[in-house]
C-alpha cells in the first residue's frame, strides 16, 4: 500500500514541533517510563527466540536511553549507538550510556555519515533521515517510537537502507486501539458543547498495514504480533498528565488558557471522570488502552543492482525459474 504525504485530518509532519514537544518532557518523561519498559522487556523475551549476534546495533529514536545498557549487556562485542530527535532526550540518555566515557559525545552533522565502533555514540536525527552509511548496522532495534512519524512507509525504507543484507529489525509501536477512552471522550465534549471537531491524539497504523509496508522496502519474512495493555487511573487529571508526558498530545497547547479552553477541559474530566469501573478488582478507576503492536524481519538479499539488472545468487543456478515471493 502507500500513504499520502499527511493522513486526511492530520496536519503535515513538523519535526521541529516534534523535537519541541519530546525536548519541554524530557526532564519528566522518567514519571511515563512505566510503560516503555514494559515493552522494552517484552521485546527483550522476544529477541530470545532468534539467533542474532550483531556487529553493530542501533537504537532508534532511543529517548532517554534506557533501553541502551540490556542491549550492551546482551551484545557486549558489539558497538549499540543511539539517536533521536530531541537533543534533551539525548542528553538524558548519557546516563544510561554504558559505554566508555571518551565516546560520550554526540555525532556532528558534518561526520555523520562517517561511523566507526570508536566514534560517537549518539545522533540527534529524525528517523526517518538517519545520518548513518548504507548498511551500517546488523541489529535496529526501536521500541515505542514508530508511531510519533506519519510516513512509515519512508520509515522503513531509510531503516532498510541502515541495515545490512540479512540484518535484523525488530520494533515495537502503537496501534489504533491506543487511547480510545480518551478520543471517545473528547468526541462527546465537542459534541454536546457545538464545538468543531478536532484532532487531538495521532493517528496510529494498523499492523496488517505495517507488515506490507515492510514487505515492500526490501523486508522478508515478517512478524507482526499484537496485545493490548489497559493502564488503569484514579482521577482524570493524573490519566491527561500522563498522556501529555508521553507526548501523545502534539495538536494541544500545555497549557488551557482562556474560559472556553477551561470549560472543554473542564468538560472532558467528567467524561473521563464518567468511564470509572463501577465493579470488580478494578472498581473506582478509569481504562486507558494502549494497542501494542511488535514486529521484526530481516533485511531481504537485493534481487537487482542499483542500474537494475537482475541478480542471480550461485546457490540458486540450477532451481528452475525464480518464483516470486
Request: aromatic share 8%; with cysteine; hydrophobic share 40%.
Amino acid at each position: 500500500m502507500s500513504l499520502s504525504p499527511t493522513r486526511p485530518g492530520r496536519p503535515a509532519y513538523d519535526s521541529r514541533h516534534l523535537r519541541r514537544i519530546f525536548d519541554r518532557r524530557a526532564a519528566t518523561f522518567d514519571e511515563v517510563s512505566f510503560l516503555p519498559r514494559e515493552i522494552a522487556q517484552r521485546m527483550r523475551e522476544r529477541l530470545d527466540y532468534i539467533k542474532v549476534n550483531p556487529s553493530s546495533v542501533l537504537d532508534v529514536g532511543c529517548g532517554t536511553g534506557e533501553d541502551l545498557p540490556p542491549l550492551r549487556e546482551r551484545f557486549p562485542e558489539a558497538p549499540v549507538f543511539g539517536t533521536d530527535l530531541s537533543f534533551a532526550m539525548l542528553e538524558r540518555a548519557l546516563h544510561h550510556d554504558a559505554g566508555d566515557t571518551s565516546w560520550r559525545r554526540f555525532l556532528p552533522a558534518s561526520i555523520g555519515r562517517a561511523l566507526g565502533s570508536r566514534g560517537p555514540r549518539f545522533a540527534q536525527s529524525d528517523f526517518g533521515e538517519l545520518p548513518f552509511a548504507h548498511g551500517a548496522f546488523e541489529l535496529l532495534w526501536s521500541n515505542l517510537a514508530l508511531h510519533w512519524h506519519p510516513r512509515p512507509d519512508l520509515v522503513f525504507g531509510e531503516w532498510q537502507r541502515v541495515l545490512k543484507v540479512n540484518g535484523l529489525l525488530m520494533f515495537s509501536t502503537l496501534g489504533p486501539d491506543t487511547l480510545k477512552e480518551l478520543r471517545g471522550a473528547w468526541a462527546e465534549v465537542e459534541a454536546a458543547h457545538g464545538v468543531p471537531t478536532r484532532k487531538h491524539v495521532i493517528d496510529f497504523v494498523d499492523m496488517h498495514d505495517l507488515g506490507d509496508m515492510l514487505v515492500e522496502n526490501g523486508f522478508e519474512i515478517p512478524v507482526m504480533d499484537q496485545e493490548t495493555i489497559t493502564v488503569t487511573y484514579t482521577s482524570a487529571e493524573k490519566l491527561l498528565a500522563d498522556v501529555r508526558r508521553w507526548g501523545a498530545y502534539p495538536f494541544e497547547r500545555d497549557d488551557h488558557t482562556g474560559h472556553a479552553a477551561r470549560r472543554l477541559h473542564r468538560a472532558l474530566a467528567a467524561a473521563l471522570e464518567a468511564r470509572k469501573r463501577n465493579d470488580g478488582p478494578d472498581a473506582g478507576t478509569i481504562p486507558l488502552t494502549f494497542e501494542i503492536i511488535y514486529g521484526h524481519a530481516w533485511k531481504a538479499v537485493p534481487r537487482t543492482t542499483a542500474e537494475g539488472h537482475g541478480i542471480v545468487r550461485i546457490e540458486d543456478i540450477g532451481r528452475g525459474p525464480a518464483r516470486s515471493r
